[in-house]
């Protein structure tokens, strides 16, 4: 696999806790991807990595076949768009346009110049007075038109209203088809992700927990619901994400590569955001013994 992100052993801790633990990750090139799970997860501490903000306590990373923020060349590869969309309040958006030319080597500025006109920004006006989509826009412009090979966005819709977003998720699309981008980008929002992404990363208290195409994710997750029995009792290749029960009834959430052939059981398929929510409300235990980076790989 040619892996635009690849990390081993990968860990950061601050002071006496740890942010994030034993990742394992072979992130695909060309993909749009989904990095999920719940506050404080360890999601922009990933990032953060990813991009040289931060350098790891335990293992490695590579990005884009480099080690993160390690020269001209490999912050040229990169573009990162934190979480608070950082712009220069004083600054007009012509400014920060200006701004991105100098500092980056392959910047496309007719990329960014008709890309703020199809939005309907005013080069003239201050960063300050943009809404909070307008600046979001804005800090997408900047990521794209530094023509990286990896576009890293955290959280990049937080703060926009659902039209604001789609259209930002749909542009952000248009982007990939039309520059070859790979994109990474966290998100609380499965439905976007599940529109978006075509690869997702579920991370649970600092660790991943499972990591795959979407589609293979959807096709190899299924819910069971039968009459109640031990899930402990299921055939080998059955894995239980949750489980609940009924007096009479158990209805499991199974990741399996193999179809379930036993008749007690009624099968039903599972979405993106149930699989998630599953992973995210799993047992403390069941998280930490996780393996890392259960990848599902077909
Ligand atoms: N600078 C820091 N110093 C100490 N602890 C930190 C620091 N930054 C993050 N943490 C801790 O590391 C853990 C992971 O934080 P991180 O910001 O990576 O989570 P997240 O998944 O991005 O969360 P959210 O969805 O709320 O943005 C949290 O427990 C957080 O409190």
Known sequence: MNAVLHAQGLGKKYKQRWALQNCD???PS???VGLVGPNGAGKSTLLKLACGMLRPSTGTIEVCGGHPA?????LAKVGFVAQETPTYSALSVADHL????RLNPDWDGELARDRIRRLGLDPKQKAGKLSGGQRAQLALTLGIAKRPDLLILDEPVAALDPLARREFMQDLMEAVAEHELSVVLSSHLVSDVERTCDYVVVLV????????????LVACHHRLTGPRRDPAALPVGQHVITASH???QTTLLV?????????????????LEDIVLAYMTRPADAVRDTRPALEVLR
Request: charged content about 35%; overall charge negative.
């Open 25 to 27: 990750l072979d992130i």
């Open 30 to 32: 060309g993909r749009v």
């Open 70 to 74: 390690d020269g001209v060349e490999q």
């Open 98 to 101: 200006e701004f991105g030319k």
């Open 205 to 216: 208290d600092s660790r991943v927990q499972v990591a795959g195409d979407t589609d293979d």
């Open 246 to 248: 009924t007096e009479r």
């Open 255 to 271: 990741r399996t590569d193999t179809a379930v052939h036993d008749p007690t059981w009624t099968v039903g398929p599972l979405g």
